[in-house]
Every structure is written in structure tokens, then in C-alpha cells.
């Protein structure tokens, strides 16, 4: 539980799903007197709750960011939303093909991810129960799943060996990230989104930045620098500089300026002699 440290859920192979009571342990001093250490209560200590949530094995557990839903997902195809507290079954949710691998809520809407071995990605509606949205791009197994601070956006890893990035109002895949050369299990992202880990069978940890902020000041200097070309490039021609002004015409990947850079050149020159002397000068 991320608001009300409390509690926290297990699930398992048996199907089941607990939740877990926590107590507050003596107070730390170590110098940091606002750190208390939990703990499960007591050793081998009976759960406050136990369920038989699924009929095959249960792969993901995850609570939502005000602690009142838990949701499950299972190898049977299916998630089951249980509500807090009382542990009640509120809905279960089908349209995966296949076991479904992770879940997490949104942390801004009432919508919840789910990533299955169908290669799919679903957004649900958790007022209705309805799939929203499907989204589509692993080449297999969709192994994690995990929305982006803001919620407008989410990552997945699958059996592909892929982290990809999506939009989540369009459905689309924004970016796709090869780093991999196996199957990507493991997933964290940093509360602020800067920075995404993964984790794979090929035993590589790869730490990704968020360069966008970076990105787009690299694009606004290069298209300043580029208006400032073309200006230099209109006044070459007004001074009749032609040789420069082809040369920048060229660097700027601008074939029909160039071309009519030439022409104007042919023309002026008179002949082809001349015409060529002057390109090569």
C-alpha cells in the first residue's frame, strides 16, 4: 500500500491472494528518529485475509494509489478487482487470450494496464469493467507494464526483448527501445519518470534517461541555426554569389534551390565554358 503503509498483498502459484497486516517496530536510532521499521506480525502469523482469487496461477498483484482496490492477474486470462476493505470480489475482467503477465492502475485516472501473453497491451475502465483500448506492438509476450507519472503515457517489456513507450489517449507507440537480447521480466520507474530500469534473462540491467527536455532544445537550436542558413542563403543570391550560394544551397539538402542556383548560373554565363570555369572556381 503506497498512501497508508499498513498493509501489504502477496500472491502465489496456490491461487490465492493475502493481505498482510503491518506493525510499527521499535523506533530507529540511528540518527534518523523518523524511520520506523515493519514487519509482517509475528513469526509464521496468520494473514488477516486470504482469497482463492484465480483458477490458475496468479502473476501480479499491484493496489491502487488510494488503497481502497487490489488487482490480480492470472494465468487464466483474467483480472479480478477486489475491494478494500473486506477483501470483496467487485469485478473480473476478460478479453486477454492468454495468462495475463502484469497489471497497474493508473495513477491519475480510473483506468487500469494489463500486459498478457497474447502480445496485448488493455486499458479498463474500472467504473464499467470495459476495455477501453487495445494496444499492439510486441512481437511476443507482454511481460510488464507501468505508467509514466502523468498517466497519459506507459512503458512495456515483453519476450521480444523490447521496451516500448505509449501514448495512451491514441493507443500508439511512440518510441521503441532495443537494448536487450531476451526476454525482459523486470521493470522500475523512478517517481519522477526520469529514468526507467530493466532487467532481463540475457542478465543485463539497462538504465534508460529521459531525454526529451534535452531532445527538444537540441531541435530548436538546429532549426535556428537552419533560418539562419536560408537568410544567408537568400542574400548570397541577392548579392549574386552564386558559388556560395550553391555550396549552402547543398549543405541545407535543398535540390530545387540548388537547381535553380545553377540555372540562373548557366544562364548567366553565356557559355558552356564559362559556366564551367565558374563552378569550378
Known amino acids: 500500500s503506497r498512501r497508508a503503509a499498513h498493509f501489504l498483498v502477496s500472491v ?31 513469526a509464521g502469523a496468520i494473514t488477516a485475509q486470504t482469497v482463492r482469487a484465480h483458477e490458475r496461477d496468479i502473476n501480479a498483484v499491484t493496489v491502487s494509489p488510494n488503497s481502497r482496490l487490489i488487482a490480480t492477474a492470472s494465468q487464466d486470462r483474467t483480472i479480478a478487482l477486489w475491494q478494500l476493505p473486506g477483501l470483496q ?18 495513477p491519475v485516472d480510473q483506468v487500469l494496464a494489463s500486459a498478457s501473453g497474447d502480445q496485448t497491451i488493455r486499458l479498463w475502465s474500472l467504473s464499467g469493467g470495459t476495455c477501453l483500448r487495445v494496444l499492439q506492438g510486441h512481437a511476443g509476450s507482454v511481460l510488464k507494464v507501468a505508467f509514466l507519472p ?7 517489456t515483453g519476450a521480444d526483448g523490447l521496451l516500448k513507450l505509449w501514448n495512451v489517449r491514441s493507443a500508439e507507440c511512440v518510441s521503441t527501445f532495443d537494448k536487450h537480447i531476451d526476454r525482459v521480466w523486470a521493470m522500475a520507474i523512478s517517481v519522477d519518470g526520469a ?8 542478465s543485463v540491467l539497462s538504465v534508460w534517461a529521459d531525454r526529451t527536455k534535452e531532445v527538444a532544445a537540441e531541435e530548436a537550436a538546429e532549426y535556428a541555426d537552419r533560418v539562419v542558413k536560408q537568410q544567408e542563403l537568400s542574400n548570397l543570391l541577392l548579392a549574386k554569389r552564386y558559388t556560395p550560394a550553391l555550396v549552402l544551397a547543398l549543405q541545407l539538402e535543398l535540390p530545387r534551390r540548388a537547381l535553380n542556383v545553377l540555372n540562373t548560373m548557366e544562364v548567366e554565363a553565356g557559355s558552356p565554358k564559362v559556366f564551367q570555369e565558374r563552378l569550378l572556381t
Open 12 to 42: 502465489s502459484e496456490d491461487r490465492t491472494l493475502k493481505v498482510w497486516p503491518l506493525a510499527a517496530q521499535t523506533l530507529l536510532t540511528d540518527g534518523k528518529p523518523n524511520v520506523i521499521r515493519r514487519r509482517v506480525q509475528g
Open 195 to 202: 529514468q526507467v530500469v530493466t532487467g532481463g534473462t540475457d
Open 150 to 156: 502523468g498517466g497519459m503515457q506507459l512503458m512495456s
Open 89 to 106: 470480489l467487485r469485478q473480473r475482467l476478460h478479453g486477454h487470450r492468454r495468462g495475463v503477465w502484469a497489471v497497474q492502475f493508473s
